[in-house]
């Protein structure tokens, strides 16, 4: 009988396969004393397994072929990087000391310990690291236990290829599945921003996680059916099921055949508006994918991911060389978003602040740069640099009012003026731009235009601080509304100031990305979006088929709506074609 479960899509693509599921990756912890004179020797055997953990990460990183995605072997170095850690290698030794208990505990106790620092983290992307935490600790651990985990999927191709099943994967894991040739990734932990979840993305595997109980539900070489961007998995389905989603993964892929073809076309909507479609990147390598879609610049290069996982703070060098990759990948502006890190969140390389009761409320962003000032010259040197060689601008985080503005600006023209006695070039007249993310900056924004060359709509972050709901909590996480009228009205507030400045404004949150709001956000004058390079082509499908002037009269209906009951009817009514 058919058996239908739930999780979290996080890999977008239909698949049909059957399961393969993995087991061994729960380990059973044994606890047991250690004589003192034995504690040498148990030392020896964690260090051993450390050492034996390592030469395996290494053997799979060295089987990546150079032509994949930079992220796969940086995620594997990662992992690597951790296990070099004095965390894991000096504290595990002592506790195995000081509680005078098996190896194995003590990397528990100490795993237990990580993990619980990394919960409390307020950013969605770092608490996500717990599970790298995770990863790198059972890898050990099952050294220790002489437990190897069988990660084998290639037998048996003759009905479909594999749907792997297991309780979570590595992002060594993913990589040696994806050798083997398997149809998509189903796990019952792990969330949208593991970097497993990132790498099924990138090489485009469709992937679920959080489907509960999987394993125990499931049964080997069972058909399934892998639906990434619904989230659903459906076990044996009956033959009707199995022709519908037969017929879905076909018409996807003339969907996305059809997109491709609208690479080259310019986003012009039906009443001849111009639209510029600009990609968000997190990696360097990530601006390909840009180009490859046809982007027509970058709105938004979040540069945090320079700073995590590593020891040393990057230096001048090694950013300008990342930001010099970036602007030869794509054609077009690319907008270099300065440093937006801090409060509770670590750098990793001994840079902590006290942590605030609030962090979201706290010493973050440019608040932290312009406090940090050493660190943020050195950004702001390496951005100078990179603006002598292509159209660089600079995207200020978290502005809330116009001195941090000024204040940057001063630095930047302090810099400029170091930089010419060196004999260094730059962009003398380089755009440096403020995100609008906290309300009062919004409110503020026919001021704050004055200071600024651009503004770009952090949408996420916006709607955070409107609705008082903070962004990574799962218990209000149904508070996130970008359809508020708060928020639509803050978002043509800010876009009517930018146009009365005559700055451009753009938008790069998710808002942007997602089908769902392209028209009502090209009702409320928004002429540039920025978004993952995965939703360009769609979006642009959208500006096609829209008629501006049409949505911008319906908009202006919507936020006068003075009824609740009516301004959802009216905006329901944008998504039918009557209304453009
Ligand atoms: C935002 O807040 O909308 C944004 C783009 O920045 P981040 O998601 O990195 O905070
Ligand atoms: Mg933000």
Redesign the pocket.
Known sequence: MSLWLAGIGVSRGIAIGRVHRVHGADLDIPEYAIEPEELDAEVERFEAALAEARSQLEQIRSQIPASAPAEISAFIDTHLLMMQDTALSDTVANLIREHRCNAEWALKLQQDHLTDVFDQMDDAYLKTRRDDVEHVTARIQRVLLKQERRIDARADRSRHPPVIVADDLTPADIIILHQQGVAAFVTEHGGPLSHSAILARSLRIPAIVGVHDARRMLVDDETLVVDGEAGHILADPAEDALSFYRHRQKRDQRYRRMLGKLKTEPAISADGRKVRLLA?VELPDDSKDAAEVGAEGIG?Y?T?FLYMNREEMPGEEEQLAAYRRVLRSVDGPVTI?TL?IGADKTLGHGRDHSASSNPALGLRAIRLCLKETDMFRVQLRALLRASAEGDVRIML?MISNIQELRQTRHLINELMTELRSQGLAFNPALPVGA?I?VPAAALAAPLLARHADFF???????I?YTLAMDRVDDEINYLYDPLHPAVLRLIKFTIDAGADAGIPVSM???MASDRRYTRLLLGLGLTEFSMHPANILEVKRLVMQSDVSALQRHVEAVLGATDALEYRELLDALDEPAAA
């Open positions: 968000n938004l979040r945090e978003r937006d985080p995100m993310e770009s709509l952090g949408t996420n972050d916006l955070q790069c949150g998710e």
